[in-house]
């Protein structure tokens, strides 16, 4: 079964799915950016829920994905990963940021979500390439097999996001 997938430029915290990705920080507190909103749009329930994880195992690693409710939020689930920040190491920060996009599609089946929505991981303040970013979330989309995630939506939160993805996504 092919997986739909839909780009939308707005706010991630508004998206009606059954999961929305957050791009968190490793320490599952809450930061800036797409996690910020996310946190204040959703309430102390999810960071309550962020707080549990981290005590059971500790800090979330880069490329790893674990799972809260969604308190306030539209969604059902928010499922958190965390990006890598972009030093230039190309093959290393590529292959992390695959990891976000992997990890989050098979925990968002493991829960029998139909609808995800992502954020543009990594390209605020962790200031990975935009461009690159694109191609491998999309890659990475395209590649996933699942008979339960029927649709993938691709939330840019500005123009120059949205231009790229609308781009790579006719070719």
Sequence with gaps: MNMKIELIKGDITKVEADAIV??????????????????????KQILEECIEIRNKQGKCKTGEAVVTTAGNLPAKYVIHTVGPVWNGDEEKESKLLT??????L?????????????????TGIYRFPKELAAKIAIH?????????????????????NAEIYRTLLKE
């Design 99 to 104: 990891n976000c996009y992997k990890n989050s």
């Design 106 to 122: 098979k925990l968002a089946e493991s829960l029998g979500v139909k609808t995800i929505a992502f954020p543009n991981i990594s």
């Design 140 to 160: 990475e989309v395209k590649n996933f097999k699942s008979e339960i995630i029927e649709k993938v939506i691709f939330i840019c939160f500005d123009d120059e």
């Design 22 to 43: 957050n791009a968190a920080n490793s320490s599952l507190l809450g930061g800036g950016g797409v996690d910020g909103a996310i946190h204040r749009a959703g309430g």
